[in-house]
């Protein structure tokens, strides 16, 4: 605890004097912060009927909004004059200041429409009218966009993307669900020809959780372990550059998928897992081919030893099924795609003459970045 301590002072009377405090500049009265669509002076929005809000300050006890005007120009001159060319609301008895629909004429595309707030306050009195803001409008209507959808793939992924490949499934999925393992393996193989040699090569698989691939016995992806929190990138590729484990020829693509039974809830999964993959190859020549997972691959439950290997006779095995989304499921098989690498694209363009504005209009599937 702090305790007082009183100094004997020699001589006069000291009196200490407080400076005083220099004056706040005083804060505006009335309506401020006016937002359009909850966004300060919004840069090319297409709302045909924006909102409209502002706040009001006023320190006074009891303070309130009783009565609100709306006045849009074209011009910022016009409201400083106390006109509107565009549309006024006239006087509203309210105390409505959020999302306040604009009501005047049709918004033209690309215009800036600027507009200022009067508000009346408990006594019916006006309060100073608010500080001008504005918004812009975009291009407004989707036939007015005049540009083309454009955009980039490599070889590699247009060859992937355009493949015809199937989600597939194990006939005898329900013969292991009723042995109530803890994880169902499914093991897929399939032979591919390659009439040329190969310049690169990539294969492209997944399952229900993961899968393990191995190409001419040799393998290739290995599959992920069940995390702590029991929850895997379900049904999403994962990606194995294979093109010094293929030959001209016969080649053997041999996958196994490793199902985890129980999902994240504790709920029991004994649905028919499926699995899809992909081979994408560039040959020396420079053209492209695929290899999709079909109704053609061959598949078994408790495969024999060394059912990886190229020479591993398969005649045994039943052909896959196709797996469709049955009507009205939650959980669709979607599409295994993760998202592309990023893309860069640039153009030039001559301009003559001063630049009085300019504007990009501008969209994208995605994240995207201006320069």
Do not use: C
Not at 341 to 364: C, D, M, N, P
Request: glycine letters at 6%; aromatic letters at 10%.
């Amino acid at each position: 605890m702090r305790k007082a301590v009183f100094l004997p002072v020699a001589g006069a009377m000291l009196l200490a004097v407080a400076p005083v405090a220099a004056q706040k500049t005083a804060e505006p009265t009335g309506p401020v912060v006016l937002r359009v669509d909850n966004l300060e002076n919004p840069l090319g929005i297409d709302d045909p009927s924006p909102r409209l809000s502002w706040q009001l300050h006023d320190l006074a006890r009891g303070a309130k909004q009783t009565a609100y005007e709306v006045l849009v120009a074209s011009q910022a001159a016009l409201l400083d004059q106390n006109k509107s060319d565009v549309w006024d609301s006239g006087k509203i008895t309210s105390n409505e200041s959020l999302n306040v629909r604009y009501s005047g004429p049709a918004l033209s595309a690309s215009t800036r429409y600027f507009w200022r707030v009067k508000a009346w306050n408990a006594a019916g009195q006006q309060y100073p009218a608010s500080a001008t803001g504005w918004w812009e409008t975009g291009l407004m209507k989707q036939d007015a966009w005049h540009a083309q959808w454009i955009g980039y793939e490599t070889g590699e992924e247009a060859t992937a993307r355009g493949a015809p490949a199937q989600w597939i499934a194990n006939p005898d999925s329900q013969v292991l669900a009723a042995e109530k393992g803890a994880e169902q393996r499914y093991a897929y193989r399939a032979i591919i020809n390659l009439p040329k040699p190969v310049r690169f090569a990539a294969l492209y698989a997944t399952g229900q959780d993961t899968v393990s691939a191995w190409i001419n016995g040799a393998q290739v992806l290995s599959e992920e372990p069940l995390p702590a929190w029991k929850q895997m990138p379900w049904r999403k590729f994962v990606r194995a550059e294979v093109t010094k484990s293929l030959a001209p020829g016969s080649n053997t693509i041999a996958i196994e998928s490793l199902h985890y039974v129980v999902n994240p809830n504790g709920m029991v999964i004994d649905d028919e897992p499926p699995m899809i993959a992909t081979l994408v190859v560039q040959y020396t020549d420079g053209s492209w081919e695929s290899f999709a997972s079909s109704p053609e691959w061959k598949t078994a439950i408790h495969p024999a030893a060394g059912w990886q290997s190229k020479d591993f006779n398969d005649a045994a095995w039943k052909n896959a099924i196709v797996r469709v989304d049955p009507p009205g499921t939650t959980d669709p098989l979607g599409h295994p795609w993760r998202a592309d690498s990023v893309k860069e694209l640039r153009t030039k363009f001559q301009l003559y003459g001063g630049i009085k504005s300019a504007r990009l209009y501008i969209t994208a599937l995605g994240e995207y970045e201006v320069f």
